[in-house]
């Protein structure tokens, strides 16, 4: 007897390693998702004296979020971003990045998530984007108070920030939405 509840318990160490190395490697085609969308599928601003552009990353931080919750959100949108700053060459951006668009995703998810929705309340989904955009909008402009030591300046930057809010509400909430039937979640 004790034979087999040993042999049960190696199996099941081996079934959760199993597990843990599929969710790492999914958590990795998350984050993927995002630094492709955001380094491939952008428009750079002319207008904004900061460089600033508007991508898809959003789109697929929410979806994420919304549709795996605020662990994966967070994950993905923190890694994703970060290290599109890195290889952007807008290193001094990267710590910031990192912070906001994993609270952001955090938050995103979390909300989404509350109550047992599960991502499939479409209302609560809302309110996911619209508090993340918040926090998008107040983590980036002080971000650039701190960078360019200037009130003023950021607030040009809130329409391209808001664009993208916008955009990813647009296609990423359907997104999210089609994810979730699929029964891939």
């Known amino acids: ?15 959760s390693q199993s597990n843990k190395t599929k969710d790492l490697v999914f958590t990795g ?11 491939f599928i ?8 900061n460089g600033g552009l ?12 919304i549709a795996f919750g605020s662990k994966k959100g967070a994950i993905a949108g923190a890694f994703g971003m970060g290290l599109f700053d ?3 060459g807008w290193m001094a951006w990267a710590p910031f990045t990192f912070v906001i668009r994993g609270v952001m995703g955090y938050l995103m998810g979390t909300i989404s998530h509350a109550g047992g929705k599960k991502g499939n309340n ?6 996911a984007v619209v508090v993340g955009g918040i926090w998008m909008l107040v983590g980036y402009y002080i971000t650039e108070v701190i960078l360019y030591g200037n009130w003023i300046v950021p607030i040009g930057s ?20 089609t994810l979730k039937k699929s029964k891939i979640v």
């Open 158 to 177: 809130i329409p391209g920030d808001i664009v993208q809010i916008v955009l990813g509400a647009i296609i990423g909430l359907p997104m999210a939405a």
């Open 42 to 49: 952008n428009i750079r601003l002319p207008i904004q004296s």
């Open 86 to 88: 890195v290889v952007a």
């Open 54 to 65: 508007i991508h898809l990353g959003n789109t697929m931080l929410f979806m994420i979020a």
């Open 122 to 127: 479409t209302i609560w989904n809302l309110i």
């Open 29 to 39: 085609l998350l984050v993927a998702l995002v630094f492709i969308a955001t380094k």
């Open 1 to 15: 007897m004790e034979e087999k509840a040993a042999v049960n318990k190696g199996r099941d160490t081996v079934l």
